[in-house]
């Protein structure tokens, strides 16, 4: 079953590669690799649940001077919402990428970027995760300017030059450590490192890259221009995947290694870093005019909210409340990434249908497409952190671990954000209510608009009702 | 997975798929959309009879789903319960037929009939909520229901409406979340057992158990239009008649109304809310608001704000009888949450008819209209009779065991006032429209006859449902005492609440 | 010697220093990122100097494969870099 971690890194990247060499049936070696890897992840999953975690040895070399993949509950999750996003996201790219010129660029750089994913989530030394870290930004820089526009290349480039700053301090601290440590395998990190000036200068280095790539405000910057200009089902790729495979990181630094070393000083940074992302992102995407800007400035507040956990982490002691607070953590997570790539799916059927993404003018557009609207709600109740969705659930672990812990600031900041976003959110709906007739026909779902539609609906209700084995699989730890 | 599990969830269900069914329909499906609607309705009545009948016989009915380690959502029936989830079901039925009459040939049909239904399914699991846990999921799904119900016509008003209840409620919501959240982490699931769990507590608890009485009443107090947070209601009168029925006859005024009385009987217990002193603050609020609205309806011309803002006085009877100690209080109290439902809805449908037939809105249009319209008029005499508290129509009863029960309570000195003043009020402000409606001569043309006189005033759709929600009106006045009746159901719940 | 090895390392650091603050403050494209592929060279160089075990051992090999993949990375992504700005800057000639 160990297999399972290599194949998920194999599939994707002879996808790539098979694209390459054959684009004339790039579209359906795309399409079967997605389903392929998709399948992997649920078996991976499965086995996760069963088996408890799981570790494979390439080559047979074992850590210390091999490459070694694991996967835990959290990794494992987090690589079936990638799988998830992936798929419907590629569905999707075949239909938005009309000309055959675009999509011979589109799927090497598209499966070679979920190959970066995978293997950053199995990455079990910091070595390998520099290597996927750079990988992961240089394919999503890529697909962020397919396309050929100047505010895309101007953005992507922005990007570029920010990734290639928080990857050079991410390695600088990984130097250290080495220096340090003597070793790079996280396992063995999370048993040596104590506190001390190494310790504390390599967390500060690599929380600093890290950061600038996830976008945490004040280093978010540069993400609203680049997922605003990107294609739309690159953009959902951007917000819900790549910026998170950046958090993923902070957290098993925070989490695991570093965790002897983390003061509440330091995580109450981080919870005020989000705080800020959560107000100011929400209210950015409050004055956004255009959809895709909206949904960027969304992606730096969620992201903020995700940061909130970390004061709550580190204040609670092991055990019960901690465990809970921490699938809270995951579960909001995964909900963002699926209710986000819901989100610029929709925005991308409503952007090629009325050649623009102007909020103040979608009324007619919204009219035409009751279902993208409809997805467009879930996804946006997802956003706000209402019932039935998984973020509520996330957000009432967010609120208990407040009030448990007395830190009342960051319940406040939660309420002030969920307010704020359901003001966004409600001012795109109001559009959606318009003189025009309702369709003579009955509500026809077209191919382009299910893959949104599903990913919306799994966000808003599926998660929410059956979340509960996230808390089961988060206890498998490694 | 038995019958008495799967009960609740069909219940919810008999109204929540027919609903999302519609949504797929071609707008020109009048047929379909009505026997899908009336199927779920007739279908939902039947579940809920049964429903009764199990409660009676003090049968289990319960429904349990895990969503979090800690967080179930449960569906449990008891006699409150039972109550609210009889009441939505026979307005839903009869507000249905009402809807496709007032709506015929209206754009956007098969959206509001879907949400309708959306919204009464969150109603039923919201009576049904056997946790507050579920009670605020369910409290949340109904405000995105009825948001696009009030938002249906699109106009640039309608707009600004649903975009004041939309931070009306949610801001409320956000309140209820952070009391609900705080109660849980202090006391774990705070399930809906009769006579309350938090008074187990020890007394280092109780200032944050007042702080969190406070919260979740605000919540709570922003659907049930207590005064201060009771702004959106006037404003949310640009929803089409059969939606203002819904609103402030079952849906979410009353959820408002209903999640109080949980909270101070099935979560704190009323003994232990009057040992915090709790019980004071409320029943101020509470009079603060039934004088308030009635002295704001005064001075409205328009015929729907005017019944809005009546609601606001009305729907605290029901937080008043919370606020009074002791059995009797509690009967006045809860037995008002029916009694003001139907008598509530009958005069919007009565208002909804004469704007649909005669486009009148405005109060001082409506002379002589009891000549051209008798029967609507007629239903609309008899529900204003009872709000004022005439007998024998159901306000009656009501006001009769809210003024014992002080007696009893010994706060006669300042409840009695506050029910007189009301009854002054209402009749201030009701009896000069039947003065105008029966004895005044009609002006030369009405300000816009839809439907010109025919064999029936107006539609048939349009006609029956007031009629019928009058004589249930009368009914549960005159045959008060009958078994079954809203009384007698009311007098059950407390004796279950005070365990007598 | 052991105290070359710390002179080196240090270097590295101020390199490195040199390197990020043009990098954050440069006032032209180009010069953002060579003062990126400086900070580069200079991780390299910390590097290079943690991989020195003394005199009588060979050099840990971990380090110098990091910094081969460093180097490697730092091109690709400069390459990029190069060509996407060459690309803006014949799109804002034409236009």
């Known amino acids: 079953m160990a297999d399972t971690l290599v194949w998920l890194v194999a599939l994707p990247l002879t996808g790539a590669v098979a694209t390459l060499l054959l684009p004339r049936q790039a579209n359906m070696i795309a399409i079967g690799s997605a389903v392929a890897t998709a399948v992997t992840a649920g078996v991976l999953v499965h086995a996760v649940s069963a088996q408890g975690a799981l570790h494979y040895a390439i080559g047979g070399w074992h850590a210390g001077l091999g490459i070694a993949l694991r996967a835990d509950g959290l990794s494992a999750l987090l690589l079936l919402m990638t799988a998830l996003v992936m798929l419907a996201a590629t569905t999707y790219a075949g239909a938005y990428f009309s000309s055959a010129g675009q999509r011979r660029q589109l799927w090497p750089l598209w499966l070679l970027l979920w190959t970066s994913l995978n293997a950053l989530l199995l990455a079990g030394d910091l070595f390998n995760l520099y290597v996927t870290l750079e990988l992961l930004g240089l394919s999503a820089v890529a697909l962020a300017c397919l396309g050929g526009k100047t505010a895309a290349i101007r953005a992507a480039l922005r990007y570029l030059l920010v990734g290639l700053l928080g990857s050079m301090m991410f390695l600088a601290g990984v130097s250290l450590i080495y220096a340090g440590y003597g070793t790079l395998d996280m396992a063995m990190l999370t048993a040596a490192v104590g506190p001390g000036p190494v310790a504390w200068t390599a967390l500060a280095l690599m929380t600093a890259g890290l950061l600038l790539k996830a976008a945490l405000f004040p280093l978010h910057f540069w993400l609203p221009p680049a997922h605003a200009s990107a294609p739309a089902p690159v953009s959902a790729v951007l917000s819900a995947l790549v910026v998170k495979a950046a958090f993923y990181l902070v957290l098993r630094l925070w989490l695991e290694v570093f965790a002897a070393v983390i003061t509440p000083a330091a995580a109450s940074l981080l919870g005020a870093l989000g705080a800020g992302a959560v107000l100011w992102g929400s209210w950015q995407a409050l004055q956004a005019e255009r959809l895709k800007l909206l949904a960027a400035y969304s992606t730096v507040a969620q992201l903020g909210y995700l940061f909130l956990f970390f004061p709550l982490l580190q204040a609670l002691p092991p055990g019960p409340a901690r465990d809970l607070a921490a699938g809270g953590l995951v579960i909001l997570a995964l909900t963002h990434g699926l209710a986000k790539a819901g989100l610029f799916l929709a925005i991308g059927v409503i952007q090629q249908r009325a050649g623009h993404d102007t909020i103040r003018e979608l009324g007619g557009t919204a009219q035409q497409l009751p279902a993208t609207t409809f997805a467009i709600a879930l996804a946006g109740v997802a956003l706000i952190g209402l019932p039935p969705s998984g973020a509520f659930l996330g957000k009432w672990q967010l609120l208990a671990g407040a009030v448990t812990t007395g830190q009342w600031l960051w319940l406040v900041i939660t309420v002030i954000g969920s307010l704020l976003a359901a003001a966004y959110i409600f001012r795109v709906l109001g559009h959606a209510f318009g003189h025009q007739p309702y369709p003579g026909r009955p509500v026809t779902v077209a191919r382009e608009e299910w893959p949104a539609l599903l990913l919306a609906a799994s966000a808003a209700v599926l998660l929410g009702l059956a979340g509960l084995p996230v808390w089961g699989l988060m206890e498998i730890r490694l | 997975m038995n019958w008495n599990t799967w009960l609740p969830v069909l219940v919810v269900a008999s109204s929540l798929l027919p609903g999302l069914i519609i949504f797929f329909l071609r707008e020109g499906s009048h047929r379909l959309r009505t026997v899908l609607n009336m199927a779920g309705a007739v279908l939902k009545l039947a579940l809920v009879g049964q429903l009764i009948w199990g409660v009676f016989h003090e049968q289990v009915y319960e429904s349990r789903w895990t969503l979090a380690p800690g967080l179930d959502l449960v569906l449990h029936a008891d006699t409150l319960s039972v109550l609210f989830v009889a009441l939505s079901t026979v307005l839903w039925l009869v507000t249905t037929v009402y809807a496709i009459g007032y709506l015929e040939n209206s754009p956007h049909r098969s959206r509001f009939f879907g949400f309708f239904s959306l919204c009464?399914?969150?109603?039923?699991?919201?009576?049904?909520?056997?946790?507050?846990?579920?009670?605020?999921?369910?409290?949340?799904?109904?405000?995105?229901?009825?948001?696009?119900?009030?938002?249906?016509?699109?106009?640039?008003?309608?707009?600004?409406?649903?975009?004041?209840?939309?931070?009306?409620?949610?801001?409320?919501?956000?309140?209820?979340?952070?009391?609900?959240?705080?109660?849980?982490?202090?006391?774990?699931?705070?399930?809906?057992?009769?006579?309350?769990?938090?008074?187990?507590?020890?007394?280092?608890?109780?200032?944050?158990?007042?702080?969190?009485?406070?919260?979740l009443i605000a919540g709570l107090g922003v659907k049930a239009a207590l005064v201060p947070l009771h702004g959106w209601l006037p404003q949310a009168m640009v929803a089409p008649a059969p939606v203002s029925a819904l609103l402030h006859a079952v849906a979410v005024v009353k959820a408002g109304a209903f999640g109080i009385v949980r909270v101070v009987y099935d979560v704190y217990g009323v003994n232990f809310t009057d040992q915090l002193g709790l019980l004071g603050i409320l029943g101020v609020v509470a009079a603060v608001t039934i004088i308030y609205g009635s002295v704001r309806a005064l001075y409205q011309d328009n015929l729907k704000k005017r019944l809005a803002w009546s609601t606001v006085s009305q729907v605290s009877y029901i937080a008043l009888g919370t606020a009074i100690l002791g059995p009797v209080g509690t009967v006045g109290g809860i037995v008002h949450l029916v009694h003001q439902g139907i008598m509530k809805i009958t005069l919007f449908f009565t208002a909804g008819n004469y704007a649909e037939t005669l486009g009148i809105h405005k109060v001082s249009e409506m002379n002589g209209v009891g000549r051209r319209m008798p029967a609507t008029t007629l239903a609309f005499t008899v529900a204003a009779l009872g709000m004022i508290g005439i007998p024998p129509v159901a306000g009656f009863v009501s006001k009769w065991y809210l003024g014992l029960g002080a007696l009893e309570a010994g706060m006669a000195a300042w409840v009695m006032p506050v029910l007189l003043a009301s009854s002054v009020l209402n009749a201030a402000y009701f009896l000069p429209i039947l003065h105008r409606a029966w004895f005044r001569d009609p002006a030369p043309a009405w300000p816009a006859e839809h439907l010109p006189a025919a064999r029936l005033e107006t539609h048939a759709a349009l006609l029956w449902p007031p009629v019928v929600t009058a004589t249930l009106a009368l009914a549960a006045g005159l045959l008060a005492a009958a078994p079954y009746s809203p009384l007698e159901w009311a007098s059950l719940i407390a004796q279950r609440e005070y365990g007598l | 010697m052991l105290t070359a090895q710390w002179l080196y390392g240090l270097a590295g650091c101020l390199v490195t220093g040199i390197g990020l603050g043009n990098a954050l403050l440069g006032s032209s494209l180009l010069k953002r990122v060579l003062a990126i592929n400086v900070m580069g060279a200079g991780v390299f160089m910390m590097l290079i100097a943690v991989a020195y075990r003394g005199p009588d051992l060979a050099p840990d090999p971990v380090p110098h494969a990091l910094v081969l993949t460093g180097i490697v990375v730092a091109v690709s992504a400069t390459a990029l870099a190069l060509a996407l700005a060459r690309r803006l800057d014949r799109e804002q000639d034409d236009g």
């Open chain 2, 120 to 215: 009464v399914s969150a109603t039923v699991g919201l009576a049904l909520a056997g946790n507050l846990f579920t009670f605020v999921i369910f409290y949340e799904l109904l405000t995105l229901a009825t948001y696009p119900l009030v938002a249906h016509r699109g106009t640039p008003e309608a707009m600004r409406g649903a975009r004041i209840y939309l931070t009306y409620t949610l801001g409320g919501g956000m309140l209820l979340l952070i009391g609900t959240v705080w109660l849980h982490v202090l006391a774990g699931p705070a399930v809906f057992v009769e006579g309350g769990t938090l008074h187990r507590l020890p007394e280092q608890y109780h200032p944050q158990l007042k702080m969190i009485f406070l919260l």
